[in-house]
């Protein structure tokens, strides 16, 4: 089989090192040879496993549904694909998780167009590329969490602090806006997780997926139960 370029877009961690210590290097999830495994827990690694997982701690959450139509759709598919840590063709710096039930629509290889694109130069363009994609991907965009908590921050107040940023208020006024931050749910007279500016955009970042959380925590994907905090959007090009 010869070297395909492919294409993903997720949430990653950009920074990895060899054995690095925030992933958990024995997960199912990183068993790219697995394809009738089980989880940590000793349930099927699929979606229809993840789906019963989900429903269990999550009664009424609608995702479950979303992954069941996603089983049907590729039954041979593992859970696996989900993640992406390449170290042959890829950057082995580069870990991407991709919301199951947007697998489909958001990865792809082999395409026609980005091969042609890929060998418009002298020769082909085969370094593996990562680019931050900041405002995150819909419908998950517009939406944030303090990250170092791993709670979701409510969007309207978060984008006023953006927006002062962006237009560039006294530092007394951010420092403001970052005070009126709350999280989400939380009651207006709650202080909010932010003393200043500084601390706010130190650690407001765009809010994942429930489903990235739930296949992390289902797969045991990272050493401490908030890894996936650390994730941040990308468009991720490499070739295997």
């Given at each position: 089989m010869g070297t395909r370029i492919r294409k993903a877009i997720g949430y990653a961690l950009t920074d990895l090192e060899e054995n690095d210590p925030r992933i958990n290097w024995a997960s199912p999830l990183l068993d790219f040879e697995l394809f009738d495994g089980t989880s940590p827990d000793g349930e099927p690694m699929t979606f229809d496993?993840?789906?019963?997982?989900?429903?269990?701690?999550?009664?009424?959450?609608?995702?479950?549904?979303?992954?069941?139509?996603?089983?049907?759709?590729?039954?041979?598919?593992?859970?696996?694909?989900?993640?992406?840590?390449?170290?042959e063709g890829g950057d082995p710096a580069v870990l991407v998780v991709v919301p199951p039930s947007y697998l489909g629509s958001w990865t792809h290889s082999d395409d026609d167009i980005d091969y042609i694109e890929a060998h418009f130069g002298e020769g082909p363009d085969t370094d593996p590329v990562v680019t931050p994609v900041p405002g995150g991907f819909y419908p998950f965009n517009g939406v944030f969490m303090d990250r170092q908590t791993g709670l979701d921050l409510i969007a309207g107040r978060t984008m006023g602090f953006r927006h002062g940023i962006r237009d560039g208020v006294s530092p007394e006024e951010l420092d403001g806006l970052a005070r009126n931050i709350r999280l989400d749910g939380d009651p207006v007279d709650t202080p909010g997780p932010f003393t200043n500016a500084a601390e706010a955009v130190d650690r407001i970042t765009p809010r994942l997926p429930e489903e990235v959380k739930h296949l992390a925590s289902f797969g045991a994907l990272f050493t401490d139960p908030l890894g996936w905090s650390g994730l941040r959007p990308v468009h991720y090009k490499w070739w295997s």
């Open positions: 496993g993840l789906a019963d997982y989900i429903a269990r701690n999550n009664p009424g959450s609608p995702i479950p549904g979303l992954l069941r139509v996603e089983a049907k759709i590729r039954p041979y598919t593992p859970l696996n694909d989900c993640v992406i840590h390449d170290t």
